[in-house]
Structure formats: C-alpha cells, structure tokens
C-alpha cells in the first residue's frame, strides 16, 4: 500500500473494454492501475462471478440464448423490480456459455463485445497473481459485495467464499493489498468480525443502505456518522459530487469539507466514478458538444487531488496516470 492516491480500476479499464472482463482487469493493470475493481455476485451453486449487478441483460449476450428464454423473471432486489436474468439462477457452467458485451453502447465501442466470458472471482486473483511475480508493489484488489443482504436471504452469503479465496490467495493483515467495499453496513460489520482486512464503506449521493431501515447515506457523512463508521472500515467510497458538487451550470463548486472530515475520523476517501465521456464530465472540463468524445478527465481528477482525497476510482486508467503525473 502508498501513501499517495491510489488509481481504482472501475470495473477493469472499462472505458475502453466490456467491464468485469479479464480483457478489461489486463488492460487497466497494463496501463498503471494500483488496484482493480470486481463487482461480486453468487452463482447458483455458489461461485462468486464478477459482474455489476446479478441482472446480466445489460452486460451479456444471455437474451441470445434461446435455451436460457424460460430464466428471464422479475425480482425484488433491496426493495426495486426488476426483470431480466439473474446469476443466481444459473451454474457456473451455464454462465461460461454467455459472453460478455459493453454495458454503454449509445457512448462506447461495441467493437470489443463477444471476446470475453464471465471471470469468476478466483480467476482475477489468479491473473493478479500472475502480474504480481515480479512486483515489488503489487496490485491489489478491491471486490465489492453487491446486494450482500438480498444474496444471504437467498442462501448465498458472500462472507465466506470471499474470506476464503482471499486468504487462499495470500490477502491477509492490514497491510494487504486488497479494500473489500459494500453499499451496506450489516456486511460489513459481519466481516470486521471474521477479518481485519481493510473495509469501505460506500456512499452515494441519495438514499440510504438497503439494509437498514430509515437509514441515510447523508446522515453517515455527518461527524458522528463518519465516527460510527470509523467504528468498522477504514474508509469510505463517496459520489464524487459529495466532496465537489456541482452548480446550475454543471461547473465544479468548491471542495466540501467531506475529506477533512473523514480524515478527521481516520478514514481514508475514495469518490467514484471519473469518466472521460463529455457526458460524465463537468461542463468547464467538456470538449465539444458530442457526449461520445473525450473530455479533460485529467483536469477533473485534478481538482480531486487538490481536494486531498486518498484515491479515485475510474473507468480510464491511462487518464489518471498521467493526472497524477507519476510514473507506474
């Protein structure tokens, strides 16, 4: 681990490849990347896979898949319908079969879809391992559990098939390469207790954790919410427009005091998502009119690091890499 800001893979380098592709985690590793991003969810027989969501419709190529016609339902999922495929009623072997596809076509290449399948989360860890042979700093990982309460009420907990594959893999300690993170907070209480590896809590802009009842992301930026979760992680992965909003016109406001709170409670700060898109970017940092194309990402993240946040996460490593001007 550094003390400098740290470059979070999102999902691999998923600006220019399908995300959660081994394609995507090689080629963000390759570029410079401190840690690569999988998204967790269960298999039916228990496997983790790395995937956004458990609903595959927008990533795979499942509705393709006449044989698989009769699997697509709806769900209630953290208290939202949807409908689609869901890896949880699937076998490992049975998602092999699908392959993998850009989850934004109206703003990416689809040039790359069909080249890849679903990486289980042990063949990241093997292929990080791999990279990590002859590093003197390694790559870490950086899994987040996605929908931890909804796959446990369904008899597929995340907690131990992630602990065990970690440690299998030599993830152990404080100082391990590895943050696991959750939206949740039950998830990540259960794992303070089995681990001490280091957790982040997750925050986005509206709503609050699906597993706690009333409960508000923006009371958790509070003084005392940031010291309750100092309680059990070791920092938090906040919107990126919780620490520098933006005004009418789409343009960076000042820094809010989130990251000297956090810092305050000993909490590290990791904001989400930078993306090179004009369509993603603040109105100051757009080039042109056309959402397609790239922007000044560079500026953007920038501004971040003036801000003193600890790491980003992004979907265009190279971006970064020379945004923090270092060599990798």
Not at 37 to 59: F, Q, Y
Request: proline share 6%.
């Amino acid at each position: 681990m550094t003390d400098k800001p740290i470059i979070i893979a999102h999902r691999g380098l998923s600006g220019e490849w399908p995300e959660h592709t081994i394609g995507a985690y090689r080629a963000a590793i390759e570029a410079g990347a401190d840690y690569v991003e999988p998204d967790l969810v269960l298999t039916k027989d228990g496997i983790l896979v790395a995937r956004h969501e458990n609903e595959i419709s927008g990533t795979t190529n499942v509705a393709d898949h006449p044989e698989f016609a009769d699997r697509k339902t709806t769900k209630i999922i953290d208290g939202e319908k949807f409908s689609g495929w869901f890896t949880e009623d699937f076998t490992l072997a049975e998602l092999k079969t699908l392959r993998a596809k850009e989850r934004l076509p109206q703003l990416r290449s689809t040039g790359r879809d069909g080249r890849y399948d679903i990486p289980t989360f042990e063949e990241i860890l093997h292929m990080v391992a791999r990279y990590n042979v002859d590093r003197a700093v390694p790559v870490g990982v950086y899994p987040e559990t996605k929908h931890p309460s909804y796959f446990t009420s369904i008899g597929l907990p995340h907690e131990a098939p992630l602990l065990q594959l970690l440690t299998q893999y030599g993830y152990q300690g404080r100082n391990a390469a590895v943050f696991i993170q959750s939206f949740e907070v039950g998830n990540l209480k259960a794992l303070r207790q089995k681990t001490d590896l280091p957790l982040i809590q997750l925050i986005a802009a509206d709503g609050g954790p699906a597993d706690i009842a009333n409960g508000s992301y923006a009371d958790m930026i509070s003084s005392e919410g940031l010291a309750e979760i100092a309680t059990y992680a070791d920092g938090i992965g906040p919107d990126k427009n919780l620490v520098i909003g933006r005004n009418l016109l789409g343009q960076l406001k000042s820094p809010t005091t989130l990251v000297s709170d956090a810092h305050k409670a000993g909490l590290k700060v990791h904001p989400w998502t930078f993306r090179r898109e004009n369509y993603f970017l603040p109105t100051t940092h757009k080039k042109g009119v056309d959402p397609r194309k790239a922007g000044d990402l560079e500026g953007e993240i920038k501004a971040y690091l003036a801000a003193g946040v600890d790491g980003i996460f992004t979907d265009n490593t190279p971006e970064a890499v020379k945004a923090l001007n270092v060599k990798r």
